[in-house]
């Protein structure tokens, strides 16, 4: 399967998208920014120069400072696929942000988000 579509589509074109699925369920961006920072270790600064800049997924993950060592219990569906076995791994952390932004507009509590 090529994903290089997905790989070269901006952050900052999608991001909005999460922002609204997540306030049409009643959270707010401030949930979803701490979804994202959990996740990539970035800091509000570095979410906003990604954002500035266009970032695509693969550049914005690649400078991602650290995923969270906890990413292997996110697990389930999402877009028919099973976020724990997706091969290709830059495809798997962008499942695992679809996974966690459908999670929270699901109403999920955001210990249980964040793996806490």
Not at 36 to 51: A, C, E, N, S, V
Request: hydrophobic share 35%; net charge positive; with cysteine.
């Amino acid at each position: 399967m090529d994903n290089s579509r997905v790989y070269k589509m901006s952050f900052a074109s999608v991001y909005p998208h999460y922002i609204l699925k997540a306030e049409k369920k009643g959270r707010t961006k401030a949930e979803v920014n701490e979804v994202i920072f959990w996740l990539t270790g970035y800091d509000t600064d570095m979410l906003q120069k990604h954002i500035d800049d266009k970032t695509n997924f693969e550049d914005f993950f690649a400078g991602a400072p650290q995923l969270n060592p906890n990413v292997s219990k996110i697990t389930g569906v999402i877009c028919g696929y099973r976020v724990e076995e997706i091969e290709d791994k830059l495809m798997q952390k962008v499942r695992y942000l679809d996974k966690l932004i459908d999670e929270l507009a699901k109403g999920k509590l955001m210990d249980k988000i964040l793996r806490k």
